[in-house]
T-cell receptor
Framework: NAGVTQTPKFRVLKTGQSMTLLCAQD?????MYWYRQDPGMGLRLIHY???????AKGEVPDGYNVSRLKKQNFLLGLESAAPSQTSVYFC?????????????FGDGTRLSIL | GEDVEQSLFLSVREGDSSVINCTYT??????LYWYKQEPGAGLQLLTY?????DMKQDQRLTVLLNKKDKHLSLRIADTQTGDSAIYFC??????????????FGTGTLLAVQP
C-alpha cells in the first residue's frame, strides 16, 4: 500500500552541485506534480505532468527540470543547486487533472543547500 | 489574484471542538480541500467540498462553505491529541487548460492540550 514514494528523504548539498529527486507512484495515476514547501508560504507548484512523456511548468519552475519517462516515475532535477532552493519538496499524483480528483502526496524530501 | 489565507495557530483543549478558518479569492474554484500534515510527513487529504455545497460532514469533521464571503471552515468535534498537526486549506482551479492546480494556504498549526 505504498502510494507515493519519494527518495531520498533527506539530502545536504553544496552550492553548485546537482542532484535528482525521485518520485514513484503505484496507483496508475496519469498526473504527477512537484511542489516546494517553504515557511509561511504554503506549497508552490514547480512542475507537473499530465501523462507519460509530458511535462509542464508550474508557478516556480526556474532552476529545476523534470522528466516523466515512465508513467509511475516523475523526476525533479537541480542542475546547479542554490541556497534559495533549500526547502521541503513534495511530490503528488492524481488519477486525472480534474478538480474533483484529489492529489495524493508523498512524505517529502528535505533538501538543504549550503 | 490567487490567495488563500489562514490563521497561523490554534490551541484547544482535548475534547473541545476546533474550528479552523480559511478565506480564498478565486470565486471560480470548483473544489476546496482540507489537508492534514503531521510532523515529518506529507499532506494527507482529509476532506473536500464541491463549491455548490454549503456543508459536508464526515464523522468528526464538518466543512462549512460560505461562497458569498469566500470563507471555508473545518470543524473537528471532540478534538484529540492525535489531531495535533498543520492543516492546509486549498482551492482548485484550472491550470494550463488541462490540469487541476491547487492553491494552498500557509497552514494552521493546531495544538491540542491534554
Amino acid at each position: 500500500n505504498a502510494g507515493v514514494t519519494q527518495t531520498p528523504k533527506f539530502r545536504v548539498l553544496k552550492t553548485g552541485q546537482s542532484m535528482t529527486l525521485l518520485c514513484a507512484q503505484d496507483m496508475n495515476h496519469e498526473y504527477m506534480y512537484w511542489y516546494r514547501q517553504d515557511p509561511g508560504m504554503g506549497l508552490r507548484l514547480i512542475h507537473y505532468s499530465v501523462g507519460e512523456g509530458t511535462t509542464a511548468k508550474g508557478e516556480v519552475p526556474d532552476g529545476y527540470n523534470v522528466s516523466r519517462l515512465k508513467k509511475q516515475n516523475f523526476l525533479l532535477g537541480l542542475e546547479s543547486a542554490a541556497p534559495s532552493q533549500t526547502s521541503v519538496y513534495f511530490c503528488a499524483s492524481s488519477s486525472q487533472g480534474g478538480s474533483n480528483q484529489p492529489q495524493h502526496f508523498g512524505d517529502g524530501t528535505r533538501l538543504s543547500i549550503l | 489574484g490567487e490567495d488563500v489565507e489562514q490563521s497561523l495557530f490554534l490551541s484547544v483543549r482535548e475534547g473541545d471542538s476546533s474550528v479552523i478558518n480559511c478565506t480564498y479569492t478565486d470565486s471560480s474554484s470548483t473544489y476546496l480541500y482540507w489537508y492534514k500534515q503531521e510532523p515529518g510527513a506529507g499532506l494527507q487529504l482529509l476532506t473536500y467540498i464541491f463549491s455548490n455545497m454549503d456543508m459536508k460532514q464526515d464523522q468528526r469533521l464538518t466543512v462549512l462553505l460560505n461562497k458569498k464571503d469566500k470563507h471555508l471552515s473545518l470543524r473537528i468535534a471532540d478534538t484529540q491529541t492525535g489531531d495535533s498537526a498543520i492543516y492546509f486549506c486549498a482551492e482548485s482551479m484550472g491550470y494550463g487548460g488541462a490540469t487541476n492546480k491547487l492553491i494552498f494556504g500557509t497552514g494552521t498549526l493546531l495544538a491540542v492540550q491534554p
